[in-house]
Structure formats: structure tokens, C-alpha cells
């Protein structure tokens, strides 16, 4: 059996790729169950699913380190996991208990851990990318070689926030990535309908930068794609641009009719372009991954989701004082 | 060893020793340096009134111009000081807020609490506010309140060279996202101002006159108009404390109710506007807080509720002076010599 799988002439060891393998598995299993859960009425608020589009974050943040930076968006969990946010304090926020990772006062679209690079969900779209040019100015200022990046779907790619942090981060050389994950839909705009050109990527042309399309299905395109924008900024060659074509599985939101999808395209896109399915065959083809040694990930993720829900529906809420704190550091 | 420098000056003595201190106190924003790239380092701007000028030859690594996109390097400031830079960005009329809002007040104020307490936005906005340079309604405007009413930021509205600089000082080494007002018109002011670095501590206000028969309690400029109004109401033989509260977030209530319990009257002097404003936050808390003490109504002295209009007519006809306030202490007090 082989040992390791070739990308662009580089060897992934089998336990990085089982590792990849694990946080796509475990992000989809965070999503389909919490698909049901919502169902339940159990969940407060309103949750947006990443399910579909894990092979993005696995890609991108298998290129990043500890002390590098990520901005996320409203659909947020699958970035949070790929960058090493707790999963049971993840579920608990979500879950609006005391144990979660930002105390019940975050929610699903404000999950965040600085300490492990994750700099939030965000609420509003297009809110990450100016955040992320200050993350690499304070790279550049400090003198470290940590990078930033921003993840933006193909809605936020409008907002004046990202179009400008582009051209900011070029004037300034910052060592960041915006990522623009085009899942599809704006909401439930196709991009047909709200935006002009047919790639976001040649947008990057104007600024002067690299931009280029990657299919989001496939782990190792966008892990390739990653590995080189990440690279490049690490060495202080600015920041890039990629666009991940990609197929969300679920609604905008838990509870989104999707009224505005062709019939059957999800169910042709679980068949025939799922990214674990796609990862699947081509490890296991290759000869490097045994198809029991996934069974098993399969099977320990499923047991820490169900561990993390249970945990999280037991778990108190805040307390009522827990209202005023946390607002200043002093004040 | 304190002398004599403008407040402009002050801002610009904070700035420098701030970043000479502490190398993770970056400052950016549209032509804060104002030529960086060309061979005349001492040639550079400095900002469009100057007060930056003279940091990027000494910084050249932290003194940044950006791109005219508030919404970007606003944004960046937030970005920046998550990652454990000290940014001081400048927002050069806060009538630009309008652009980047979003970055202020759903993203940088509101991090420590949504992130439970898990994060810390150490990031000053410098901006210029306020009426008087015949600017009009895009470049006038007096918006503190709508930073006051966001929890998360904390609000600096300084009135004097010395003031300015040590609030300024402890602005860029608080952990709190704060938003430094600068009127337009006190840059050229002078006073005494200490050469070492200090700080004023925020929520503290200033009491600018004593006095035991109405209270005055005005920010900013209209800290000046009130302190002159008190000179003239003493020649008619009414007292008036005059009190500064130098920032609107925190607030110093207590001294504003403590100055009111003894004195019965209140007189509130803004340049915001009458309706969720300042004044009316003021005259709120007093009415809430110590209605018992009141011995007339309270008053308030504001701009009218209109955009700040051009023509200097209309401008001086908009701006609160001296005389309105007098008048409006006038009208309540009673001359206890009479």
C-alpha cells in the first residue's frame, strides 16, 4: 500500500490526509445533524448549513497554522471546525448555553476563538475582509510571517467591503487570501441575476492580483489552490484571489423552501460531485486509504456529534447577570 | 514643565510620544502622512489640517495613507487590533461614518461581548467634528451621540489642548474601541499643556467654573460658549458651575447630579441635536435621577433640527454662542443678590 498522495508533485503523508478527511467528515456531520435539531424547534434563532462546502475550509486551513487568521461568514461552523474551534463548545453555542465557546452570547453567526485564528462568524455579509487587511498589516508591521484569510460567498463578493479590502490589501502588499466561496445563490439570487462577469476570480485582474477559479467539490484543487496564495503571501508576495464554484446542500437558512433551485440539483450534486465521495475515491483508488480506516473516522465523529448535542441540550444556560458583563474591558 | 501649544499640537505630541512608547501603535488613514513615497519626507501633510504631520518621517513603518475606503481601513483597524496592534485610524469627518459604520458598530464594539468576553479591540478613531468653517452639511456635522448610544465603544470629546492630549494618551493605551472627536475649530486653541506624557482617566468630567446657582453642563466647543456665558452671568451676579464631562461613554453622572443637587437648576449646551442627543440625554438623567433637587425646568441649548447649512448667515444663526446660553440661564435662575 502507498503511503502518500501526490499534489502537484507533493507528497501528503496518509495521516495528514486521513486528518483532512476527518474535519470535511466532521463538518458535515456538525451540519446534517444540526439540519435535523433545528427541525426539532429546540435550537434558538436561525442557523445557516455549510454542508457541501467542506472541502473548502479543510483546504484552505490544512495550509494555515496555528497563529494564522481566518474571517468567516453567516455560514460559518465548517470554517470555525477547520480552524480548531471546539466542536462541543461550538454545538453549546449554538445551543445558547453557558458552556459554549463564546458563553450563549455569540450564537451560530458570531462563533469565534481568537485563540485558535478564528476571528468570528460574522452577520453581515462582507464584514470579514477589512478585517483580515488588519490582521496582515499587524503581520507586517510585527514582522512575523502570519497570514489572513477571508472567506466571502459569491453575495458578499458585492458588498464595497470586499472590492475594497482587495484593493486595499494590494496597495498595502499584505499577506492575506479572500477566498469567495460561489455556492450558488446570494440568499436565493442566483449570480445570474446579481452579478456582472461570470467569475469573481477576474475581478482580482483589476486590482492587479492573481485570481483564479478552483472547483470547491474537490479537496485537492482547492488544497493546491490554497497552498499556493498561502505560500506566496507567506513570503511577501501579497495577497490573491480565489473563487471556489461550489453547491451548498442546504437553504440559506434552516427553514428556506428553496423555491429557486433547478429540481434535483442537490441530490445530482451529493451523487455525483460530493467532496467526501470525491476524496473517497481518490484515496482509496490510489491505494493509500483503506476504505475501513474512513468507516472508523466515520464512526468517531458520528459518536463526538452525538456526545456534543447531548452535552450541549444538558448544559445550563447563562445566568441573567451574565447580561451586563463582558461589554468593556473596563468601563 | 508644562507651555503653551495648540490643541492641534497637543494631539500631535500624543500621537508621537504614544508611538515612540509602544511599537505596536500604528496610525492610518487618508493622507495621514500625505506624500509618503516622494523625496520631500519633510514636505508630507500630515493630514489635511496637519496634525499628523512630522509622524511618518520618524515612523515611516507605521505612518500609513490609505486608499479613500473608510469602509476597508476601518474595518483593518478592527482586524488589526484583534490581532494585538494599537491602531489609531482617522476618520477625517466623522460625516464619513456614513461609509463605514458597519465596521464600528457591528464589528469592532461589539466583538468582546459576542465573542463572550474572549476578545480584546484596542483601536482609536480620530475624527474631526463639529460647525464653524463654513464646511456645510457633509463636513459639520456633531454625531457623538450615535456613538454614545452603541455599547461597546467608548466616546472622548475633548475641549482643550491639555485635554485632549491626555485623553488621547490613555485612548490609544485603553483596550476598549474608542472614537476621539476633535472640533475643527479648537485645533488653533492654546493652553498648557505638560511636555511629559499622562492621562485622563475616561468618565471623570471637569468642573470649568464653580458656582452655586446653575449648573451648566457642556462638551466640546460649546464648553468655551458656556465658560463665557458663566463670566458675563458673574458680572450679573449668578453663579454658574460649569461642568465639562469630557466623555459622553463612560458619562461622570455623578457629578453632574451632585452639581445639580446643590444648585436646582440645570442648563444642558450641545452642538449635537435636539432629539437624541446629548442635551436630551442630560436633561434625562437629571430629570430621572434627582427631579427632587429641581427648582425650575430644566433647560436645553441646541442647534435646531436641521442639516448644518452653508452660508455663514445660516451657520452662525445654527451654532449655539455664548448669548443663547446666557439667555437660557437667564431664564431660570434667580439672582440671589437681588
Not at chain 1, 109 to 134: E, R, S, T, Y
Not at chain 1, 322 to 329: A, E, G, I, N, P
Not at chain 2, 48 to 67: A, S
Amino acid at each position: 500500500m502507498r503511503t502518500d498522495l501526490h499534489v502537484s508533485g507533493r507528497a501528503l503523508a496518509k495521516e495528514d490526509l486521513l486528518r483532512h478527511y476527518r474535519v470535511m467528515r466532521t463538518i458535515r456531520e456538525f451540519e446534517e445533524r444540526l439540519h435535523l435539531e433545528f427541525a426539532t424547534g429546540e435550537i434558538p434563532g436561525f442557523v445557516h448549513l455549510y454542508a457541501g462546502e467542506e472541502a473548502i475550509a479543510a483546504g484552505f486551513c490544512a495550509n494555515l497554522r496555528d497563529d494564522d487568521y481566518i474571517a468567516s461568514t453567516h455560514r460559518g461552523h465548517g470554517h470555525a471546525i477547520a480552524k480548531g474551534c471546539d466542536v462541543k463548545g461550538m454545538m453549546a453555542e449554538i445551543y445558547g448555553k453557558a458552556t459554549g465557546i463564546c458563553h450563549g452570547k455569540g450564537g451560530s453567526m458570531h462563533i469565534a476563538d481568537l485563540a485558535v485564528g478564528m476571528l468570528g462568524a460574522n452577520g453581515i455579509v462582507g464584514g470579514g475582509p477589512p478585517l483580515v487587511c488588519g490582521v496582515g498589516l499587524k503581520a507586517r508591521v510585527t514582522g512575523t510571517d502570519q497570514v489572513a484569510v477571508s472567506f466571502t460567498g459569491d453575495g458578499g463578493s458585492n458588498q464595497g467591503t470586499f472590492l475594497e479590502s482587495l484593493n486595499l490589501a494590494a496597495v498595502w502588499r499584505l499577506p492575506v487570501v479572500f477566498v469567495v466561496e460561489n455556492n450558488g445563490y446570494a440568499e436565493s439570487t442566483a449570480p445570474r441575476f446579481h452579478q456582472s462577469g461570470i467569475d469573481v476570480a477576474k475581478r482580482a485582474d483589476g486590482f492587479g492580483l492573481p485570481g483564479v477559479v478552483v472547483d470547491g467539490h474537490d479537496f485537492f484543487a482547492v488544497y493546491e489552490a490554497a497552498r499556493e496564495a498561502i505560500e506566496r503571501a507567506r513570503a511577501g508576495g501579497g495577497p490573491s484571489l480565489i473563487e471556489c464554484k461550489v453547491l451548498r446542500y442546504y437553504g440559506h437558512f434552516e427553514g428556506d423552501q428553496q423555491s429557486y433551485r433547478e429540481p434535483g440539483e442537490v441530490e445530482n450534486a451529493r451523487a455525483t460531485k460530493d467532496c467526501l465521495l470525491l476524496f473517497e475515491r481518490s484515496t482509496v483508488n490510489a491505494g493509500i486509504v483503506g476504505e475501513d480506516e474512513l468507516r472508523a473516522i466515520d464512526k468517531q465523529v458520528l459518536a463526538l456529534i452525538d456526545e456534543a448535542v447531548a452535552e450541549a441540550k444538558q448544559a445550563p444556560d447563562p445566568v441573567p447577570a451574565d447580561l451586563l458583563t463582558d461589554v468593556y474591558v473596563s468601563y | 514643565m508644562a507651555r503653551t501649544i495648540s490643541y492641534q499640537q497637543a494631539i500631535n505630541e500624543a500621537l508621537a510620544q504614544e508611538m515612540r512608547r509602544d511599537p505596536a501603535v500604528v496610525v492610518f488613514g487618508e493622507d495621514v502622512a500625505g506624500g509618503m513615497g516622494t523625496e520631500q519626507d519633510k514636505d508630507a501633510w500630515g493630514g489635511v489640517l496637519g496634525v499628523t504631520k512630522g509622524l511618518w518621517p520618524e515612523f515611516p513603518d507605521r505612518v500609513l495613507d490609505t486608499p479613500i475606503s473608510e469602509s476597508a481601513y476601518i474595518g483593518a483597524a478592527a482586524g488589526a487590533a484583534s490581532a494585538g496592534l494599537r491602531p489609531v485610524a482617522e476618520l477625517m469627518f466623522v460625516d464619513f461614518m456614513g461609509v463605514c459604520f458597519d465596521q464600528i458598530f457591528n464589528q469592532a464594539a461589539k466583538f468582546k461581548y459576542m465573542f463572550g468576553g474572549k476578545a480584546k479591540t484596542p483601536m482609536v478613531i480620530r475624527t474631526m467634528y463639529g460647525a464653524g468653517i463654513r464646511a456645510a452639511s457633509q463636513h459639520s456635522q456633531t454625531l457623538y451621540p450615535l456613538f454614545t448610544h452603541i455599547p461597546g465603544l467608548k466616546v472622548v470629546v475633548p475641549a482643550t489642548p491639555y485635554d485632549a492630549k491626555g485623553l488621547l494618551i490613555q485612548a490609544i493605551r485603553d483596550d476598549d474601541p474608542v472614537i476621539f472627536f476633535e472640533h475643527k475649530v479648537l485645533y488653533t486653541l492654546q493652553g498648557e499643556v505638560p511636555e511629559e506624557a499622562y492621562t485622563i482617566p475616561f468618565g471623570e468630567a471637569e468642573i470649568v467654573r464653580e458656582g452655586d446657582d446653575v449648573t451648566i453642563v457642556a462638551l466640546g466647543r460649546m464648553v468655551h460658549m458656556a465658560a463665557q456665558a458663566a463670566d458675563t452671568l458673574a458680572a450679573e451676579g449668578v453663579g454658574c458651575e460649569v461642568i465639562d464631562p469630557r466623555t459622553t461613554s463612560p458619562l461622570d453622572e455623578e457629578t453632574i447630579l451632585e452639581s445639580v443637587e446643590r444648585t436646582g437648576r440645570l442648563v444642558v449646551v450641545d452642538e449635537s441635536g435636539p432629539r437624541c442627543g446629548m442635551a436630551a440625554d442630560i436633561a434625562s438623567l437629571v430629570a430621572t435621577r434627582a427631579f427632587g433637587a429641581l427648582r425650575a425646568p430644566i433647560r436645553t441649548v441646541t442647534p435646531p433640527h436641521t442639516p448644518v447649512p452653508f452660508s455663514p448667515v445660516l451657520e452662525d444663526a445654527y451654532v449655539p454662542g455664548a448669548a443663547r446660553v446666557a439667555e437660557a440661564v437667564r431664564s431660570i435662575a434667580v439672582k440671589e443678590s437681588v
